[in-house]
């Protein structure tokens, strides 16, 4: 076995991550470098194995001395921003992470692109604070059905000892808000409750379920347009969780077309294309889905365009502000992930999820 393919050995896991990473000698020539930093770099692997990585960064001295560092035991990890040299491009702002490793003479460097890590740390955040929604919907919804059913009893119980025509009004009101209420709990419990029913899925079949729904209930005034990728495979997931996240997606895109439809220019385009080499989530995927449902509204009002996602918020007035909550719960089911670009006349809701 050839030094090279020793070492792709020992070091392919590299070649799952997302980030950047060389393994460097002491002398600080690349042992080996993973498919990211190929990209990057632009440039193959067989051509980066074996120069100097200092010479790829525009101040190639900085890394010299981080690596005689690592090399001397003078720190465990070393952290600084530098600015990768690319083929053909302009050169690529990074975050550099020197470290050492467990045997002698091999140091790790990692480069994170630092509107990567913006976009990481976006993308975190966004899936923590939907596992807390997860957690805060379920136990306050569990919380407020359990008097629900008492207050409706109470009522009903009390309109049957009352005469009085009047009277009977007001236990109307008590019983259609408690109505009201169930509902919005069992809207909010729905994603927890259901079974996650996996198939084969065309996301074509999916986004043309949609379009019928949608043209029913805006028969005039809304052109739906469709730009497919045919190209795009089946891929296991749960079709009718789907229909329901891009439905709500749309028909939210709608509600805010409501000027354009009465005047007759409103157009809402599903586009789907394959994404290579994508990372989110945390993780890189050799491919991915990209559906992209774009309306030609007034956009996302910048006092939540934070917040979309979160739920009980809406830019509407009476929105229940749970469909983009749910929607974004059954694409993360299927361990993806909505972005939303938003601006007035144009916005652009991202679906991503892994294909195989």
Request: some cysteine.
């Amino acid at each position: 076995m050839s030094k090279s393919t020793s070492a792709y050995a020992r070091f392919q896991s590299f070649d799952l991550l997302a980030t950047l990473v060389a393994v460097v000698r002491s002398d600080g020539s690349v042992l080996f470098a993973n498919s990211a930093l190929e990209d990057a770099l632009g440039t193959s692997r067989r051509t980066i194995e074996g120069s100097l990585l200092a010479e790829s960064f525009t101040e190639p001295h900085i890394l010299k001395n981080a690596l005689e560092g690592a090399s001397s035991n003078e720190y465990a990890a070393l952290r600084y921003d530098a600015w990768l040299k690319r083929l053909n491009h302009e050169p690529l702002p990074v975050h550099v992470i020197v470290a050492q490793t467990e045997k002698q003479g091999e140091v790790i460097v990692e480069l994170l692109p630092l509107e990567a890590q913006a976009k990481q740390d976006r993308e975190e955040r966004l899936i923590d604070q939907a596992q807390a929604n997860k957690e805060l919907i379920r136990n306050l919804a569990h919380e407020i059905k359990n008097p629900l059913g008492g207050i409706r009893g109470a009522a009903q119980l009390l309109e049957m000892e009352i005469d009085s025509r009047e009277l009977k009004e007001y236990t109307q009101v008590i019983i259609h808000e408690a109505d009201r209420l169930q509902t919005l709990v069992d809207r909010l419990l729905a994603p927890h409750r259901r079974p996650h029913v996996v198939g084969d899925v065309n996301i074509h079949e999916v986004c043309e379920r949609v379009r019928s729904l949608i043209l029913a209930e805006f028969p005039r005034g809304l052109r739906v347009q469709r730009e497919y990728d045919t190209s795009i495979p089946e891929f296991r997931g749960d079709r009718e969780q789907l229909i329901q996240a891009v439905l709500n997606i749309a028909h939210n895109a709608c509600q805010a077309l409501a000027e354009r439809i009465a005047a007759g220019d409103a157009c809402l385009r599903f586009r789907t294309r394959v994404a290579r080499q994508v990372t989110f989530g945390k993780q890189r995927y050799r491919l991915a889905l990209e559906l992209h449902v774009i309306d030609n509204g007034p956009g996302v009002p910048d006092s939540i365009k934070d917040r979309i996602f979160y739920p009980l918020v809406s830019g509407r007035e009476g929105g229940s502000g749970l469909g983009l909550t749910l929607a974004q719960t059954f694409v993360q089911q299927h361990h993806g992930l909505i972005e939303c670009d938003s601006v007035p006349g144009h916005t652009d809701f991202k679906l991503l999820i892994p294909l195989p």
